[in-house]
């Protein structure tokens, strides 16, 4: 089979008024491509919990609605992402 990555930064065009876009934000661009994803990979950062933004908690939330595979992405040792490549 296949693999295939949507990355949900790029889904909302970032430097338009997206309002209209968003008035339902269960139809929204990344809502719809969520709901034909079958497993969402999580990245977050040292920085701050992804779950302050509401877009990521809302995306969470419709990821267990829908029953997907959830996985969290987690810091790699240097020397595994050597032998990874």
């Known amino acids: 089979g296949h693999n295939h990555a949507w990355i ?14 968003l ?8 809502a719809l491509a969520l709901q034909e ?26 990821a267990v609605q829908a029953n997907k595979t959830i996985r969290l992405a987690h810091k790699s040792s240097k020397t595994s992402m050597r032998t990874g490549l």
């Open 37 to 62: 994803a079958s497993t969402v990979l999580a990245v977050s950062n040292s920085r701050h919990s992804m779950y302050c933004r509401i877009w990521c908690a809302y995306e969470a939330f419709l």
């Open 23 to 30: 008035q339902r934000p269960e139809s929204s661009p990344f």
């Open 8 to 21: 949900c930064v790029l889904a909302n065009p970032q430097n338009l008024d997206i309002t209209s876009m």
